[in-house]
């Protein structure tokens, strides 16, 4: 695997999955380098090199490194996508390019802050010896309420976030989401929302989706099968 693209992490975050995910729907060949996070290995160099904030995942494709997960996920599509249903980025259509970048920002800006809040006191705190605080979890459970509510409203006309398409707006939301469904008692919050769980159900049907998915589960030694 010489000529393979390196990506640096753990399968179990949420975002090293999302790159995984990308470099799969692709059928990039790459080589995932773990960390040992434990010993803070993230923290301390080489790797400090690779990303100066001391967060995963980081790239390498031969002279190029790129940390940053959505930046990451921007480049393998862009050099190894192509057309049809390996054009996550829908670039051949400024119209279509532009609601993937808008439901990506969705994503980043409210999606994201609600969703991971509830997974690590529900999920990360307790696997590495913590206890969840039920009160943030609550506040949190409230947030991705009012934003799922939106989801619902967009994908019970369309079936996924920027159109009829699949995209890398409808991928950066697996991680996160995943461990929501598979480790804690929320995943109610999707399946109260017809459209939202039958968008969720197609996105778990692609193969890429199956192929990660048991890696974040494995790390986490989550509750439910994967």
């Not at 996550?88 to 390019?97: H, I, K, Q």
């Not at 997974?119 to 009160?135: E, K, S, W």
Request: glycine share 8%.
């Amino acid at each position: 695997m010489g000529g393979a693209v390196k990506v640096y992490g753990v399968a179990a975050s949420p975002f090293v999955a999302t790159v995984l995910l990308c470099l799969e729907e692709v059928g990039a060949d790459y080589e995932l380098l773990p960390l040992d996070m434990a010993a803070r290995e993230q923290r301390t160099e080489p790797y400090l090199s690779r990303n100066p904030f001391g967060k995963i995942p980081a790239l390498e494709d031969r002279e190029l490194t790129i940390f940053e997960s959505r930046a990451i996920s921007r480049y393998v599509l862009r050099k190894y996508g192509g057309t049809g249903a390996t054009d996550l980025l829908r670039a051949s259509s400024l119209e279509e390019s532009a609601m993937v970048d808008v439901w990506m920002e969705v994503e980043a800006h409210q999606y994201q802050p609600a969703i991971a809040n509830i997974v690590r006191q529900c999920v990360i705190l307790p696997f590495i010896g913590g206890a969840r605080d039920q009160a943030v979890v609550d506040e949190y459970v409230g947030k991705l309420e009012k934003v799922l509510d939106v989801y619902e409203a967009r994908l019970s006309s369309s079936p996924y976030l920027a159109g009829d398409f699949f995209s890398l707006a409808d991928l950066v939301h697996f991680g996160f989401t995943y461990c929501l469904v598979a480790g804690t008692e929320y995943a109610t919050l999707l399946e109260s929302r017809a459209s939202v769980m039958a968008w969720w159900g197609r996105i778990m049907t692609r193969p890429a989706v199956r192929k990660v998915a048991p890696l974040i589960h494995l790390g986490l030694k989550l509750s439910s099968p994967a």
